[in-house]
């Protein structure tokens, strides 16, 4: 790095003293990569961390704290650089929360995701005046009362600026986006999202960008100033997290990739438009306020391929004005609804009602759209044990070029 020699020493100071071992649950760990993060954003300039990012991200022998520190350094360097008054909106989905709402002294699988996250926000805004935020949080119709539990930690916190809304109460109110549900068992987390988005995007704020996340701790939001930048100064639609770019730092659990490929490269057959994308489903995506309303409304999918939805209608509105970024994401699994095969196949089956009611018809589109509004259950666990090995032997970014495998060669 072309720094000076009192720069670099603070730099190896700082990657000596991170940790590689990192639980975004334990204070400690958190506590570490923000102070790493203040200080690499008070001793060095953009362009410098920008450097740092492209020299260190992919090093196998930095550790992940100070990977993760960069990232936040890089977020609060763009958010100082913005001088206008800015707003985000943050929306959490909550089913089956009960438990990683809690700290881990309370549960095993605790995460003490609220206050967390309010502190990530505070910890990234707190130096800017210019900047202001709210976060909303949507019951999804949980089993458990997580909407309850927020409530209490809420008042008992006495939070200025975070609020929760019950999907179930929107449903039988009319409100819109959830009024085209007849009851919560319609959504599984998009309806939430959906909803909760349309709700904070209401506000008449300057430079409004409307985020959401998921409920775990696996993105630290002091990366949310490397998705405004784009939105705020890029003149983009849209930003969004990506575990699959170069600079990506992906910490995952679980062997989910193969049949992660296999569901890549079958939406990409069917919705060419998005090929720029690959990673659909990461959990961190901001929008420019002005376009929520239209992506929001009148929407098919409110379960888990939501995200491909918004995204197609994004470009719809106006090609290529969605940005990659590549972000620090570590795998929290413990309390996930959607371990155990993954939901691909309903998200292939929604995606394939998508590109019939919004894409652009051609004859592969169509095979594979007709494929997937077909094949059973049985069907899909066979092809999960037969993925072809041009599929798992390639990186997701050729999919969009690579379509040799046909629909016969999937059975």
Known sequence: MATNPTKEALLQQFIQASSDAIDLRRKKDLSEI????????????NKELDTIEDEYSTDPAIPLGFKIAIKL?????????????AHI?????????????????????GEDFLRVKVHQLNWLFKEFPNYSWDLTLVDDGCPNSSGKIAEKIISEAAY??????????????????????????ESQKGGSILYGMYHTAQQKKENHVVLFTDA??????????????????????????????????????????????LFIYSWKRM?????????????????DSKIVHDIVMHTYEKKFAFDIELLLKTEIIRNNSIHKIPIAWIDSEAESTTTDLQPYLPMLKSISQMYKKYGSRNYLSDE????????????????????????????????????KIRTSGLL
């Open 271 to 287: 919705l060419p438009e998005l090929g720029y994308i690959t990673d659909t489903q990461c959990g961190f995506k901001a929008f």
């Open 89 to 109: 909106s943050a929306v959490i989905a909550m089913y089956n929360e009960h438990n990683r709402i809690k700290p881990s002294s309370e549960h095993p699988n």
């Open 216 to 261: 775990d701790l696996s993105t630290h939001l002091g990366q949310i100033g490397l998705l405004m930048k784009p939105i705020l100064e890029g003149g983009f639609l849209a930003a969004i997290g990506s575990r699959r770019e170069k600079h990506s730092v992906v910490i995952k659990q679980g062997q989910r990739n193969d049949r992660g490929k």
């Open 160 to 185: 200025p600026n975070v609020e929760v809304l019950f999907l179930e109460h929107a449903i039988q109110e009319g409100a819109p986006v959830a009024a085209e549900m007849g009851d919560t068992s």
């Open 368 to 403: 594979f759209s007709n494929f997937y509004d077909s094949l059973t259950k049985d069907q899909w666990k066979s092809m999960l044990n037969n993925i072809p090995e041009e599929i798992v032997s390639r990186n997701p970014d050729e999919f969009s070029a690579f379509d």
């Open 34 to 45: 923000e102070q790493t993060a203040d200080s690499l954003f008070r001793n060095l300039n």
């Open 73 to 85: 350094a890089r977020s609060k360097n763009h958010i100082a650089q913005f001088d206008k008054p």
